[in-house]
Structures are given as C-alpha cells and as structure tokens.
C-alpha cells in the first residue's frame, strides 16, 4: 500500500501543472479521478510522440489515473463533479481563476458539502491580484520569475530550459500544499483550505539570492553561460574528445585537490584562493587552467582523474547515457511497463524513494473515459442514466 491510499483526489485540469501534481500523487498510492472532456479530453494526448492514438507523454503523466469524461459546461456535469467532491480529499485544479466559480464548482460551494476538502489551485498568476485573469503558461511563469534573464549566454538573447521547468516547480508546490493541508486538518483539527499556488511564484522561489542581492547592492544578475557567477570553479569543459564535462570544485578542500590533481600546486597553495571570494575574482584564470587540462585528455581520463582526487564532476548526459547508465539502474529508475498490445516502454522510476511504502506504477496512462461507467456507479449514478448522459454529451 501506498503511503496516500484511502486519498481520493479529482483532477480538473489538462496539460502540465495540474495533472503533474496529480501525477505525484497517483503514484503513492491515491485514488486520482481525472476529469476529461467527451470531446478530445486532455489535449496533451496529443502532444509530442505518439503511440496507437496516444501520446507517449500521456501515458506517463496519466499513470495510476482513472480517466471520467465530464462536460464541466453542462449543469448535469456540473453535478457530476459536485457529487464526486462531497467524498473527496483534495481537488487539484489549473483553469484560469474564476472558471471554476463560474461553473459552480468554486471551492465555497465545494466545501459546503465537504469542509474538510481541500483544494489545490494552480495558476500563471494566483487567484488574486491584477494579472489574476490573464493566461498564464510555464514558459511565461519562467519569464516572469527571473529564470530566464539569467540563461543562456549573455551575448545572446536569453534562452529556455528544454523541458517545462515552471509547470514542474509549481506542480511540487501543489503536493507540498496539499499535504501540509492535510496535517493542519487530520492532526490539528482544522477544516479544509485552498493551496493557491501561481507559476511565476513557484519559479522565483528558486532564485536563491536574486532579490537581496538587488536590494541591497542595486545588483541585477545577467547570464553567465555555462559558469555558475560568484562561485568558483564551477563550470563545464570540453575535453580532448569533444566531450562535455562539468565539474564543482568550489568547495575549499575540493579547490585543493582538483589543483593538485591537474598538476596546478602553485594554484592549490595560492593563499588568495583559499576562499570562495578570492577564487571568484580569478574566475577566468581557474577555468583557463581547468580548460587546458581537459582539453589535453579524454573524457574518460578526466573523470577517472576526478573520481580519484574525490572532485564531483561528471558529463552531460543525453538520454542515451541516462539508459545505459549502471548508477540508473541500480537505483530502479530505469523501469518497463506494457503498453497496449504487448510492447513495452521504458519508464522513468519514481521519486522520491520512500523505504516502507515506495510508491509505483500500476498502470500507464488510460484510455479516454475508460473509467467512467465505473466511477459514476461508485457516486450513485445507475446504468440507465449513465447511458442517457452519454447519449446527450454530458458524459
């Protein structure tokens, strides 16, 4: 069992940010119903590879889901949800604010019947605020949180991250959200609340020291490439065979080593590199000489070198590598599940690893509606009406 069976959440969203934070959930073990249109259902079926009608994306973001087409503009619908919710622990939703109130199914009318429920909220901008009713994707969230400014190079124009970063972070948010809810109500005897979590908050969270360095100091940090601006030596280099390698010698003991193991002792003794702020300001020569001496070797030797001096350093992986790599499969993260028809696909394991009750996939992601009949008779719903709702859209 895992550690959220019993949990019975509702998904009201499509894409990324809600159905992500879903996904985490799913995969510990709660009962995740996730609400699609009749007409289509969840757009991102149809995103990037697909296989037999499906995306691939799909089926790993929906695993452990049951699939219920509801019309959420039909009333008939709207009571569907309703009916759904009164039972619920957590509803987890990321339509623009104010749609859900506009169907009924705000969180004030959800709660009537069921105050202890609580209700994830995820959004590009918040539930408040001027912006509140402008669309808001992952990419914008990013822009607007300072990721962006600060990647890339910065004689270029700033660049994205390859995957949809701000969706991520917010999603996490979300379950984090939901179940420090869930404690305030189980253990200290609260009622249910909403988790209002915006997309471009989430991601300047994760800007470390960007605003006080800002207010403080009227410093605005810029793109720096590949280096990391103020710690040194933290870069990434090209080795002899056109390879790449990043290493994170910025640790004082680690600075030393990595000196000594490149054969640099005048740099490893050097008493004005002995700290971090002395290092950063000769940022340029350090990576110099780091640059010399991978480019002098092999990938292979340079990580062979590294390991023994006790210097985290590793290559950029492509996916290629993450398949084939030992470390991966030792620790259960590269793992197979049949798709439809026999063939098997190789999934990515589950995080994080809990010692007791880990969590897992039981299914891949489902056919549209293919849980519909199932869930509406658990809610009362009998096979007559079930069939005339199908008849006129409503489900």
């Not at 019993?6 to 894409?15: A, C, D, P, R, T």
């Not at 691939?56 to 219920?68: E, G, M, P, Y």
């Amino acid at each position: 069992m895992g550690p959220l069976e019993g949990l019975k959440v509702i998904e009201l969203g499509q894409l990324i940010a809600g159905p992500f934070c879903t996904r985490v959930m799913a995969e510990f073990g709660a009962q995740v119903v996730k609400i699609e249109s009749p007409a289509g259902g969840d757009p991102l079926r149809q995103w990037r590879k697909l296989y037999d009608g499906n995306s691939l994306w799909w089926l790993l973001q929906a695993r452990n889901k049951q699939s219920v087409t509801v019309n959420l503009k039909s009333p008939e619908g709207q009571e569907v949800v309703r009916r759904l919710a009164k039972d619920a622990d957590i509803v987890v939703e990321n339509f623009r604010p104010g749609a859900m109130e506009k169907w009924g199914l705000g969180y004030e009318e959800l709660s009537r019947d069921n105050p202890g429920l609580v209700m994830v909220r995820l959004s590009g901008y918040g539930q408040t605020g001027p912006y509140r009713d402008k669309p808001g994707f992952g990419s914008i969230g990013e822009a607007m949180g300072g990721l962006r400014h600060v990647t890339g190079y910065p004689d270029r124009p700033p660049v994205r991250v390859g995957i949809s970063l701000g969706d991520a972070v917010a999603s996490l948010y979300g379950v984090i959200g939901a179940l420090m809810a869930l404690r305030q109500r189980e253990v200290n005897g609260g009622r249910g609340q909403v988790i209002d979590v915006a997309l471009y908050e989430a991601v300047f969270s994760l800007m470390e020291s960007l605003l006080p360095e800002y207010d403080v100091y009227d410093f605005v940090r810029e793109r720096t490439g590949s280096s990391l601006p103020g710690i040194a030596p933290s870069n990434s280099y090209t080795t002899r065979d056109g390879k790449y390698v990043v290493i994170g010698a910025n640790g004082d003991s680690i600075f030393k080593r990595m000196m000594k193991a490149i054969g640099r002792d005048d740099l490893a003794d050097d008493p004005d590199l002995a700290k971090n702020d002395g290092r950063a300001a000769r940022s340029d020569e350090l990576d110099e000489a780091i640059g010399a001496w991978c480019g002098a070797l092999d990938l292979d030797d340079v990580l062979a070198a590294l390991d023994r001096a006790e210097v985290p350093a590793g290559k950029i992986y492509d996916i290629a590598d993450i398949v084939k790599d030992v470390h991966f499969q030792a620790r259960d993260m590269i793992q197979e599940a049949k798709l439809r028809g026999g063939k098997t696909m190789k999934i990515p394991g589950v995080v994080p690893k809990l010692t007791d009750t880990p969590g897992g996939t039981r299914w891949l992601g489902p056919e549209l509606g293919e849980h519909t009949v199932s869930v509406l008779e658990s809610i009362g719903y009998d096979a007559t009406q079930i069939a005339d709702m199908k008849s006129r859209g409503v489900v």
